[in-house]
């Protein structure tokens, strides 16, 4: 199994993930990573103003250029992060944040930029993502993603993104925040992957994306769609095309009942607005039990749908790669592609 854990606080000293269960054998640089996590880097017309340089380190399980089959360590410092903002808000939880939750579930918390239900905390996944991606790479499956719709407008091309930005940055200057929806493409799967009942590829996917924290619906396919259309348009008809078999169209998404067709997995999640506004919000001093109107104060998205993209595309290929290993595609131990992906 491909499996990552990812550790550190937004305001701690630094951010990480274990990679275990990569094969031996891969070509793999702290560059690859460090040029994954470049993608990351917020636009300065919508993103937040903290710049962290993202400097990822590899703490082991590299040797001469290449993995050793044994767990890949990686270190990511912190280097830009201003707890002092945070102060006044300590005993008060945010609207829309996980302040609340948090203290209810630990009692003592890191209430410090969100701790670990911060943003911060997903380029430990992007990192673990890097390694997935070169490893997919290998066996011809490329993940890819693009925004469909950014602060209400939907986005077809790249002149209909910049007028959604445009709309995003009217709302920040009124002290809002927007969200939007980001699709996510995967392309040369093999057909096989996933498991009928427990495992289904569309569920683990589900499960990974929606672990992002911003992250609040998906949909396969035409997801919702599906509740209004007719059998026959539901329906992707399964035909013959020089010898092999295909569809004529896609609206399954890639999945049928829980494992890979072979054509493009398509996924494509609704982000929420920030919950960080400079807007008066109501909430509650938990030392004194008496409500508290507050007003957030500090660096934040004005709309993260961009840094959700890169994010969702490196949960996408750590689950993919994990049943790419699961499903005997890939040697779970040496780097050896299965002669199955040569007649996909």
């Not at 396919?221 to 569809?247: C, K, P, Q, Y």
Request: net charge neutral.
């Amino acid at each position: 199994m491909f499996r990552v854990t990812t550790w550190g606080e937004s305001h701690g000293p630094a951010m990480g993930a274990v990679v275990d269960g990569c094969p031996a054998g891969l070509d793999l640089s702290v560059e690859e990573i460090r040029r994954e996590l470049s993608r990351d880097v917020p636009d300065r017309r919508i993103g937040t103003g903290r710049r962290e340089e993202n400097a990822a380190e590899i703490l082991s399980g590299i040797f001469e250029g290449r993995t050793i089959g044994t767990p890949i360590s990686i270190l990511i410092p912190n280097g830009d992060a201003k707890s002092c903002r945070y102060e006044p808000l300590r005993q008060t939880p945010r609207p829309g944040h996980a302040d609340y939750t948090w203290r209810v579930k630990y009692g003592h918390v890191d209430w410090r930029g969100g701790s670990r239900a911060s943003g911060r905390e997903c380029i430990s996944r992007v990192a673990a993502g890097a390694i997935a991606r070169k490893l997919l790479g290998l066996a011809g499956v490329s993940v890819g993603s693009r925004i469909v719709e950014l602060a209400g407008m939907v986005v077809e091309d790249d002149k209909g993104l910049e007028a959604a930005v445009a709309r995003a940055i009217e709302l920040a200057n009124l002290g809002e925040s927007s969200g939007g929806r980001v699709r996510v493409v995967v392309s040369g799967l093999p057909a096989g992957l996933g498991e009928p009942v427990f495992g289904k590829l569309s569920a683990e996917l589900g499960a990974a994306l929606l672990g992002i924290g911003a992250v609040k619906s998906i949909d396969i396919g035409a997801g919702r769609g599906h509740a209004a259309m007719t059998g026959s348009e539901s329906n992707d008809a399964i035909l013959v095309e020089d010898g092999r078999l295909t569809f004529g169209s896609n609206t399954a998404g890639g999945v049928l009942g829980g494992i890979s067709t072979g054509m493009d997995l398509v996924a494509t999640i609704s982000v929420k607005p920030t919950p960080s506004i400079s807007l008066p919000q109501q909430s509650v001093d938990l030392s004194t039990g008496k409500p508290k109107t507050i007003e957030v104060k500090g660096r934040f998205d004005r709309n993260i749908t961009p840094r959700v993209a890169v994010v969702a595309e490196s949960m996408a290929a750590l689950v993919l790669a994990d049943h790419m290993i699961r499903s005997g595609f890939i040697h779970g131990s040496r780097l050896e592609l299965s002669p199955l992906l040569y007649k996909k």
